[in-house]
């Protein structure tokens, strides 16, 4: 397995020139976001990614989290990683200073994130769940709560879970039967949850879950359902440690990929209950999982482009290195490097291309985030809010979905290596996999999309995008530029499309629903696609803009507009095709019994 180098420059060019990091500068509270800092943070966060996360990756997926007495032992180097990683301030960069927070943008967060996704998945997933927990707690936790948890889960002296699942209720949330009786001035806790992410391990010495439960008399489904704070060990009103609260792991999964992250089963109130302590009021435990969940959504989008990265630099680095054949048009008796194959050049182009798409998709999400929570007027802030709604589906769906598409091009790259372990590339892959199924899986993305974000306001959300897209269309026009020609058409034809489907979507949804469910995943296929090419589209002509005016970037700029270019010719041109499945209806899925389905 190759090492990782943050790609900083283009990581840079997305922040500065899409999402518009001097803007997002002079938002309230945001200040400290000046260019030098950013530039700083991003330097020394690519060192700690890639000399100390990066080369535990292997480690951690061979040796695994193991269940350990009543602990988990997670493989060498882990521990310490951890504590470096606390120690640098690294988990709370885009939380209140008033916790002990950076309070920089969730878009240079999400740079952040991005490198120790890369760099070591298994490991990133801890910090981002205790990120899922901050934010319920910032919103709807108490001031006691706030006091007694916060500073030490926005520092990283503890972390967080969210325990949601049970064996009979996955993404049926509703069917959940963990119980919580009131005694006094806090709960008691009984049930089981399952794939637990980081339930228990040895980085810290609390873990403080979030744990949603059922209460006597609640009414069915989700209506009936409450958060509950349930630390490992209970807090005392000066944040001092007390008791051994009534939880354990009772298992950790074994797993596809990510080993290194301890999936646990938990078991709450063995003996009298564990306590725990409602957050918010009782039943609105459904409001409290989507503020962690969204949250969680946008981080685990972002792991689709993180190990995408990842497995780009492994298969570029092995292309350039791996002779086979003699490249057409090439002079001598020499085997050629299979990067100047013309197969193997595809497959790495389409994967340079969407991984930039997905990188100006995910921070331009994110710097939507900051401006729905800082700027200085409420219509400013509800439209961020909006887009944010609309997107986080699509991101999550689209680029979790891309990056198991893009490690698995990774493995063919690396040919029969690629299937060795020793390799690496098969790791990426398999890490990969988990990702579209985290936080709800993609088809729960898709319909999200299309039942719920795209009918509001009759779709006003979608047709803003798309009229922007348009928009930029007559931009592309204005360029005497061959290479902004082969832009303009495929995108201009996939707007047609994403328009046409979504009027097709807005007309059935309401007389024909199973039809629109039908087609949602397609839908959410084609919006991404076709976003992504926006968003590269929009990086060319910031790239040529640049160019112009500063020569020094001439190198980065020709490959940026090369890079859109390969984007919309061989990514882009071919998603019109998905109208067909999006507007077929449902009639094809169904007309089979399923008791004849094998036959």
């Known amino acids: 397995m190759t090492g990782y180098t943050a790609p900083l420059a283009d990581m840079r060019f997305v922040l500065d020139e899409i999402v518009g990091l001097d803007e997002l500068a002079r938002l309230p509270g945001l200040e400290s976001a000046s260019s030098d800092t950013v530039t700083a943070v991003l330097a020394e966060a690519a060192k700690f990614a890639g000399q100390v996360l990066a080369p535990l990756n292997r480690v951690g997926d061979r040796q695994r989290s193991v269940l350990a007495g009543d602990g988990v032992k997670t493989p060498d180097g882990f521990k310490d ?97 963990a119980r919580a009786v009131k005694a006094g001035d806090h709960y008691r806790i009984t049930g089981t949850k399952i794939f637990i992410t980081y339930g228990e391990h040895d980085y810290t010495d609390n873990i403080i879950h979030l744990v949603l439960a059922r209460t006597p008399g609640a009414p069915p489904g989700t209506k009936g359902i409450s958060l509950f704070i349930v630390p490992k060990f209970l807090v005392n009103a000066d944040g001092s440690l007390g008791a051994r609260n009534d939880l354990r792991a009772v298992s950790l999964e074994h797993k596809l990929g990510i080993h290194a992250s301890p999936t646990a089963v938990m078991s709450y109130g063995d003996k009298d209950g564990a306590i725990g302590y409602l957050v918010g009021a009782e039943g609105e435990g459904m409001r409290a999982m989507f503020l962690m969940m969204n949250n969680a959504r946008l981080t685990v989008g972002l792991e689709g482009l993180g190990i995408a990265e990842r497995a780009y630099q492994q298969a570029l680095a092995y292309a350039k290195e791996r002779r086979q054949g003699r490249a057409i048009g090439a002079s001598g008796a020499d085997s050629s490097p299979i990067v100047l194959h013309p197969d193997v050049r595809r497959m790495l182009m389409t994967m340079k291309a969407t991984n930039e798409a997905m990188r100006a998709l995910a921070y331009t999400v994110a710097a939507a985030l900051d401006r729905a929570k800082r700027e200085r007027d409420a ?205 077929a209806g449902a009639e094809a899925l169904f007309a089979i019994d399923p008791e004849l389905m094998s036959a």
């Open 81 to 177: 990683a951890y504590r470096q990683f606390v120690d640098g301030g690294w988990n709370g960069i885009m939380c209140d200073p008033a916790y002990g927070g950076q309070g920089l943008p969730w878009a240079v967060a999400l740079a952040v994130l991005e490198m120790w996704e890369s760099a070591n998945l298994a490991f990133s997933l801890c910090p981002v769940l205790t990120q899922a927990a901050i934010e319920a707690l910032t919103q709807i936790g108490t001031p006691e709560q706030r006091r007694l948890y916060l500073h030490k889960l926005v520092t990283g002296e503890w972390t967080g879970t969210m325990n949601l699942t049970e064996p009979q209720a996955g993404s049926d949330v509703g069917a959940l039967k």
């Open 379 to 583: 219509p400013a802030r509800a439209a961020a809010q909006a887009f944010v709604d609309l997107m986080i589906p699509v991101l999550k769906g689209w680029c979790t979905d891309m990056g198991v598409e893009m490690t698995s091009l990774g493995v063919q790259i690396h040919g029969g290596m690629g299937y060795i372990e020793e390799t690496g590339a098969a790791q990426h892959f398999r890490d990969a996999r988990i990702a579209p199924i985290y936080e709800g899986t993609n088809g729960i993305q898709a319909l999200d999309l299309v039942m719920r974000k795209l009918p509001r306001d009759d779709g006003a959300a979608v047709k803003k995008e798309i009229a922007a897209m348009r928009a930029l269309d007559r931009e592309l026009g204005a360029v005497n530029d061959p290479a902004f020609a082969a832009i303009r058409g495929p995108l201009g034809q996939a707007t047609q499309a994403l328009g046409a489907a979504t009027e097709w979507m807005l007309a059935h949804l309401a007389a024909d629903p199973k039809a629109a469910a039908a087609g949602a995943s397609a839908y959410l296929r084609l919006f991404g696609t076709a976003y992504g090419g926006y968003m590269m589209a929009k990086s060319a002509l910031k790239a040529r803009a640049r160019q112009a005016h500063n020569g020094s970037d001439a190198a980065f700029a020709a490959a940026k507009i090369a890079t859109a270019r390969f984007y919309a010719e061989q990514i882009l041109a071919p998603a019109p095709g998905l109208l067909a499945p999006i507007t």
